[in-house]
């Protein structure tokens, strides 16, 4: 078999079979290959037999998850308003898959990745805007960021959090111990700049308006 042969994957293709790819890639290509609208009316199986055609490949699971999330977060308003949704959205579009089977909350650095690459492809603005998140979802993101004491979150997930609590448990149980409170304070900065470090900054190009209209 020729080298040629080995390489003749199609560009589009090799990225609706990658796993590291995101979501907003994947859906790009296919929207830009049969349009939004057309998507979102289709039942997921018949998109996978379609891509099989037109592709000449198996999109896997976890590809197949990032794609329905974001169609979903696009296509209703679940993702603004049920906790449930909103996990499972953020879980899938991180790589983890989107298991509505088990309820396991995902952590800070894949609801700061979830909110970003949702609103790059839901709003004008390249932040997140308070009002369109229900109270039960804010609270959830308050509660998972209090669960891993994130006490400093990144600006995409501190705009959001109802958090009711006013610092970590460790600081309130260190009382006034200037040692332990600033040895806490560095535990959580180190964890809030590692997700800044690895969720993305939203790029213009990925703005709703400008990206997926012109395939509606």
Partial sequence: MSLTKLNSTPPAASYLIDENVHATTLLAILVDRYGLSEIVEWEPDTLILQVKDDFKVDIP??????????????????????????MHICSALSGDGANIQVLEPPDPEELAWGVTEIIINDSDNLSPDPNMFSTEVRRFIGVVLDYHNIDDPPDVLSSLALVSRPASNEIL?????????????NKNKIAADDIRAHNYKPNTAFKRNSFYTAYE
Avoid: H, M, Q
Wanted: aromatic share 12%.
């Fill in 61 to 86: 699971s976890t590809n197949r998850d990032k794609i329905w999330a974001l169609v979903t977060a696009l296509s209703t308003d679940l993702f603004y308003n049920s906790p449930e949704a909103f």
């Fill in 173 to 185: 149980l260190a009382e006034d111990d200037p040692d332990i409170i600033g040895a806490v304070f």
